[in-house]
């Protein structure tokens, strides 16, 4: 079933609704009134922008818990350690295989349109000092390099509750992978009952969520208004080169490669995929989060997708940190940008570099609004780019980011498709209902 207002007006069709209308209000108001006027300073202050964060918080609150009981129901319900290996190293080998591709299609486009080539200095001083701010506090958090022992260390956490207190997803991630391999090693009528209670966890988030879900076209109206009262038609312009190249990159992946996916992988209609994602699509561009968007995209894996349960409950989950080729697209894009807005010529190996790093960072993201920031400024440290000039960025990387966003998040759904057509018993047995309950 179709989430849906109460009326009958599909979910989908309010957001989108919810975002013309912030948008054009927002657009209205900066360009008759003035984003700097007193009183449209209080509104974003004090209402819309609460309103907008309040929506995300909610969701935030209840991702965690829907993150760790998804991943162990997933991973128990395989109830073959051969199949949950299957699927992992499938799943793997297609988020490497298209993130790089990713990488490779936003490096391209950088060197054969040289963005950085033709910005104004004038408008990327007045950007670097707007954005001076924001771009000291990325750069205090950004790491210093990427060590690859430490990664992978970082993976197993001490401590999971302090993990997920620290909202450090993928050491979660691995714990609750582990907590799911053990319930499926252990079969007693403990751990029967210790599932249950897991899948109930699941069933109440996803209701949860649901329910905060129908707050979506009001937030969306809120948070596109902010945008658009406090920036204008400057969203759109500042730094129009950078923000063209990287949006051709992201549209050449999303009307390209991922159909070419979904038809040789999954063997579906390309068009028929993105009728069903539209919803989840919408949810993310609206959001900037992945990991807020990870309800609906399992909701619609389910009911519109008609993929397993199990498969995912399982490859979204992980996809939702893991497979962020949008976000290595970006990063690629920006680090060589920034390299030739300061004159810094990069070497065909420092390019490789900077794709493997992409890679690695794409993997590592957390999937929360401008979550790849500092690892932008990580990247320009290692090939000698000034960190500061990240600041030029940030004027629009809210858009770029709802862009890449939604690149994620298909990404997901699509690689998601294509491990379920790989599975034997995927087109003979029907599923079962799925779990959580719709909302109407």
């Avoid at 309040?54 to 991702?63: G, K, N, P, Q």
């Avoid at 128990?76 to 990713?102: K, Q």
């Avoid at 001083?125 to 060590?147: K, S």
Wanted: glycine share 10%; charged share 10%.
């Amino acid at each position: 079933m179709e989430t849906s207002a109460r009326r009958g007006l599909p979910l989908h069709w309010l957001m989108l609704a919810g975002f013309a209308i912030g948008l054009g209000a927002g657009l209205f108001v900066n360009m008759n009134v003035g984003g700097d006027t007193p009183w449209v300073e209080w509104v974003t202050t004090n209402v819309t922008g609460p309103i907008g964060q309040i929506f995300l918080r909610l969701l935030f609150m209840l991702v965690l818990p829907l993150l760790f009981s998804a991943i162990v129901v997933g991973v128990a319900e395989m109830g073959d350690l051969n199949v949950l290996g299957r699927v992992g190293w499938r799943t793997l080998g297609y988020t490497i295989v298209i993130s790089t591709i990713a990488v490779l299609i936003g490096l391209g486009m950088v060197n054969l349109f040289r963005p950085g080539d033709g910005v104004d200095p004038v408008l990327a001083r007045q950007l670097l000092a707007e954005g001076a701010e924001g771009a000291r506090n990325i750069t205090e958090n950004a790491p210093e390099q990427i060590q690859l022992g430490q990664f992978f260390l970082d993976l197993i956490p001490q401590n999971p509750i302090a993990a997920a207190a620290n909202n450090q997803i993928l050491p979660l991630m691995v714990f609750a992978l582990l907590f799911g391999i053990g319930l499926v090693m252990v079969r007693s009528p403990a751990t029967d009952q210790l599932q249950v209670v897991i899948s109930g966890l699941f069933e109440i988030m996803m209701k949860l969520i649901g329910i905060v879900i129908q707050l979506a076209p009001v937030a969306v109206a809120c948070l596109m208004f902010n945008l658009a009262a406090l920036f204008g038609w400057d969203l759109l312009v500042r730094l129009a080169a950078f923000v063209g190249v990287a949006v051709a990159a992201m549209a050449i992946h999303m009307f390209i490669v991922y159909p070419i996916v979904v038809m040789i992988a999954a063997r579906r209609s390309p068009f028929s995929f993105f009728a069903q994602v539209r919803e989840p699509m919408l949810v993310a561009f609206s959001t900037a989060s992945s990991n807020a968007t990870l309800p609906v995209s399992l909701r619609i894996a389910e009911t519109e997708l008609k993929l397993p349960r199990r498969i995912a409950r399982f490859v979204l989950t992980v996809g939702a940190t893991a497979n962020q080729n949008g976000t290595a697209l970006f990063e690629g894009v920006t680090v060589l940008f920034l390299a030739q807005f300061f004159g810094v010529e990069l070497s065909f190996m420092q390019q490789v570099v900077v794709m493997l790093v992409c890679i690695l960072g794409g993997i590592g993201t957390a999937g929360v609004p401008a979550g790849s920031l500092p690892v932008v400024a990580m990247i320009l440290g290692m090939v000698g780019v000034p960190i500061e000039g990240i600041g030029l960025i940030l004027g629009v990387d809210r858009f770029l980011d709802m862009c890449r966003t939604t690149l994620n998040v298909t990404g997901d759904l699509v690689i998601a498709t294509a491990v379920a057509k790989g599975e034997p018993d995927t087109a003979a047995t029907p599923e079962p209902e799925p779990l959580a309950p719709q909302v109407t």
